[in-house]
């Protein structure tokens, strides 16, 4: 499973290393840095005319997003949301405020799409074992069981406090479908505080870029065929913004020929029916991952609708019968391939 995660990885750092190299501006440095965070292969270049410039940004990008995964991996013991399920119908538990922002924004995004994006799906998925050597179909009388503990909003937060509480005891958070887009928006805010004018990040298929190329054509964004792993499906040009895919073929297992992959509707406990990719234009990647894990949820016309509603919310919807659906938004400025 974890091959599947880097091969993919690196097809997406070819991808956007084709895009790259096609700019060339006298004096612009093209600075790279890659390393396996939060699971995934993540990516930062930066173009700048100051090679040291450049490396600090860089350098301090990377820290950042270090720190904030000890904060919010559940599988770390020490991490903040690991303190959280371990304190569950017991007591609030004082965290950082950068897991209080997460927190305070992963209950937005549940409110907003109606419960589609619900980080206390933890339960299940554990059942389900995504990504472990346990993975299996849970049965059905599991699967109830475990959907009694989800409930977004009985995640308590409290402010003033700086805390947050699990009401009941044995739920659990799960930050899986937010913090890649959450920690990918922390390390642009350092590149631009550094003075960065020129970047993208990509943290396994959550992108960010920064203004243009160096040579001030928007990025080319390649997205993903959902079904054959070396090929693009579509391709974008964006300029200072975030494109975040969420589909089912990032972690999967076959069982009886079904694919059951990891996206799970909170309603059902089972993995989403009815799309194989969402990918989401937003302002910022923390916006396009929570309502790409979201709109997988909700399925094609539900999606649409919530796309459609918000200001400056973009998306490409592939079905899992291999039809391209584009936002209106995006019509015109989105070249499909197949
Ligand atoms: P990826 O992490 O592969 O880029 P996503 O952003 O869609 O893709 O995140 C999927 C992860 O989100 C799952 O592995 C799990 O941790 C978590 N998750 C699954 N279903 C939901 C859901 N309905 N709401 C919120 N988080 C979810
Ligand atoms: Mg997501």
Same mark, same amino acid.
């Given at each position: 499973?974890?091959?599947?995660? *880097? ?6 750092? =070819? ?18 840095? +890659?390393?396996?965070?939060? &699971? ?7 173009? %700048? @005319? ?20 000890? =904060?919010?991996? @559940?599988? $770390?013991? +020490? ?16 965290? #950082?405020?950068?897991? /209080? ?24 998925? %554990? ?19 475990? $959907? ?26 799960? $930050?899986?479908? *937010? #913090? ?20 993208? $990040? ?24 959902? @079904? ?7 391709? *974008?040009? /964006? ?17 009886? &020929? ?20 969402? +990918?989401?234009? #937003?302002? &910022?990647?923390?916006?396009? &991952?929570?309502? %790409? ?12 609708? /919530? ?30 391939? %197949?």
């Amino acid at each position: 499973m974890k091959k599947n995660v *880097i091969l993919y990885g690196l097809a997406v750092l =070819l991808l956007l290393g084709l895009t790259v190299r096609t700019a060339r501006v006298p004096g612009e440095k093209k600075l790279a840095r +890659t390393e396996f965070l939060m &699971d995934t292969i993540v990516n930062i270049v930066v173009f %700048s @005319r100051d090679r040291q410039v450049g490396e600090e940004a860089l350098r301090l990008a990377f820290n950042e997003m270090e720190r904030l995964e000890a =904060l919010l991996d @559940r599988h $770390l013991d +020490t991490s903040d949301v690991a303190k959280i399920n371990r304190a569950a119908g017991e007591a609030p538990v004082a965290v #950082a405020g950068e897991t /209080l922002d997460v927190v305070r924004k992963s209950l937005q995004a549940g409110a907003q799409t109606g419960g589609a994006f619900d980080i206390t799906v933890a339960p299940v998925l %554990s059942l389900w074992g995504f990504g472990t050597d346990g993975e299996k179909v849970p049965s059905a009388e599991e699967l109830a069981k475990a $959907l009694r503990l989800v409930d977004f909003q009985k995640v308590m937060v409290n402010e003033t406090a700086g805390t947050v509480f699990l009401e009941t005891k044995g739920s659990e958070i799960d $930050l899986g479908g *937010i #913090a890649k887009g959450y920690i990918v928006d922390r390390a642009a805010e350092i590149l631009l505080a550094q003075g960065v004018t020129s970047a993208y $990040l990509d943290a396994g298929g959550d992108i960010r870029v920064i203004g243009t190329k160096p040579d001030g054509s928007p990025w080319r964004i390649g997205v993903r065929h959902p @079904r054959n792993r070396r090929d693009v499906i579509a391709v *974008i040009e /964006l300029t200072d913004c975030a494109i975040v895919t969420s589909g089912d073929y990032e972690r999967f297992f076959v069982a009886g &020929d079904v694919r059951y992959h990891h996206i799970i509707d909170p309603s059902t406990g089972y993995p989403a029916k009815g799309l194989a990719s969402v +990918t989401v234009v #937003a302002p &910022d990647a923390f916006t396009a &991952d929570a309502l %790409s894990t979201a709109g997988f949820v909700l399925g094609l016309e539900a999606a649409m609708d /919530l796309i459609e509603s918000m200001e400056d919310i973009e998306a490409i919807i592939v079905s899992e019968d291999g039809k391209v659906h584009v936002s209106s938004g995006l019509e015109g400025k989105v070249t499909i391939l %197949s």
